[in-house]
């Protein structure tokens, strides 16, 4: 059974400081999502990762996968208020069709 | 931007009724998947469907779970006999092709069971 564990699930920050969130997974996978969500709204997509060594950016995040570790990161630079919500990564296994297996989500708090 | 629309936004049913959960779908997408999440708690898999059937579904859809497409735009789950642990948070997703697409999700549908 493929297990996505996320850490931390709870992460307060200041404005303009970086961070890192890790999302580990069980099973061989090379299909890795990062999502948002926001309180009480749906799971917006942030970024979509297909390979080993895939690198994506887009603002203030970063998000990357290593298959051979079972890991992929989620960077926060210079974080401001707006970035304030629930991360989500989740695994694509190709022998699960097209299950997404979600983490706990890391819940981050961006303070001013 | 193309977006997933559910219906109702909350639905409050007493248990052991039937309930109808609503979805549209992206219009050119192929996939629809069903999820829940129960507050506080992470998103879980219910069901995937393509070409008009089933192609996945978890341990948590049971008997008492359907799914449908009856017409061309719509999606729905059934949830039959409802019970208080059925109170979620259900998503409705699509995406355009398999596992190297997103899966786009609505706002989802608040259940709650009395």
């Known amino acids: 059974e493929l297990k996505v564990e996320q850490n931390p699930l709870f992460l307060s920050m200041q404005e303009g400081k970086n961070y890192t969130i890790y999302c580990n997974y069980s099973?061989?996978?090379?299909?890795l999502y990062w999502y948002r969500q926001d309180p009480g709204k749906s799971l917006e997509s942030l970024f979509v990762l297909l390979s080993n060594g895939a690198v994506k950016q887009e603002g203030r995040l970063m998000a990357s996968l290593d298959t051979k570790a079972r890991l992929s990161t989620l960077h926060i630079t210079a974080a401001v208020h707006d970035l304030s919500a629930t991360y989500f990564c989740a695994v694509l296994l190709e022998t699960s069709g097209s299950r997404l297996t979600f983490g706990e989500g890391t819940q981050l708090t961006v303070n001013p | 931007e193309p977006e997933v629309t559910q219906t109702p936004s909350h639905q409050v049913t007493q248990m052991g009724q039937e309930v109808i959960l609503r979805c549209v779908p992206i219009?050119?997408?192929?996939?629809f998947y069903w999820y829940r999440q129960i507050l506080g708690q992470k998103v879980e898999f219910l069901v995937s469907f393509y070409n008009n059937e089933i192609s996945e579904k978890s341990e948590i859809f049971d008997d008492q779970f359907s799914v449908e497409r009856p017409d061309g735009s719509n999606f729905t789950l059934k949830i039959r006999s409802t019970k208080l642990e059925d109170s979620a948070m259900y998503f409705c997703?699509?995406?355009?092709?398999?596992?190297?697409?997103?899966?786009?999700f609505g706002d989802g549908t608040r259940l709650s069971i009395l």
């Open positions: 219009s050119n997408h192929l996939y």
């Open positions: 099973t061989t996978s090379d299909r």
């Open positions: 997703a699509s995406s355009h092709a398999g596992g190297n697409q997103p899966q786009h």
